[in-house]
């Protein structure tokens, strides 16, 4: 079982930046492929970033936003520079067996931090 506790989400303004972590429980989570997720007030969530034994995002952050994990300290980070408007969303980490862009592939899933991006 893993437990996942996302943080570091805030209000910022356009251009700046923004450094999530999340923290997970359990020996084995650095085996696990680690995603992040975002779902905006009446959207569908949808794929952020992921990262296994490599990284891939989603066009609509690629250059913009970096994943990195520590397996050392459990935790993965999602760094995010030159922020707009429309990345203000619930942002969410989970871990499953692969690094997939679909939501289904992963098995566990954090409660969610707010980030939200003013004009």
């Known amino acids: 079982q893993v437990q996942l506790q996302e943080s570091g989400g805030g209000l910022v303004q356009a251009g700046g930046s923004l450094r999530l972590s999340c923290v997970a429980s359990?020996?084995?989570?650095?085996?696990?492929?680690k995603g992040w997720f975002r779902q905006a007030p009446g959207k569908e969530r949808e794929f952020v970033a992921a990262i296994k034994w490599s990284s891939v995002y989603a066009d609509s952050v690629k250059g913009r936003f970096t994943i990195s994990r520590d397996d050392d300290k459990n935790t993965v980070f999602l760094q995010m520079n030159s922020l707009k408007p429309e990345d203000t969303a619930v942002y969410y980490c989970?871990?499953?067996?692969?690094?997939?862009?679909?939501?289904?592939?992963?098995?566990?899933w954090g409660q969610g931090t707010q980030v939200t991006v003013s004009s």
């Open positions: 359990g020996r084995t989570f650095s085996t696990y492929a």
């Open positions: 989970a871990a499953g067996i692969t690094a997939s862009t679909m939501s289904q592939r992963y098995d566990y």
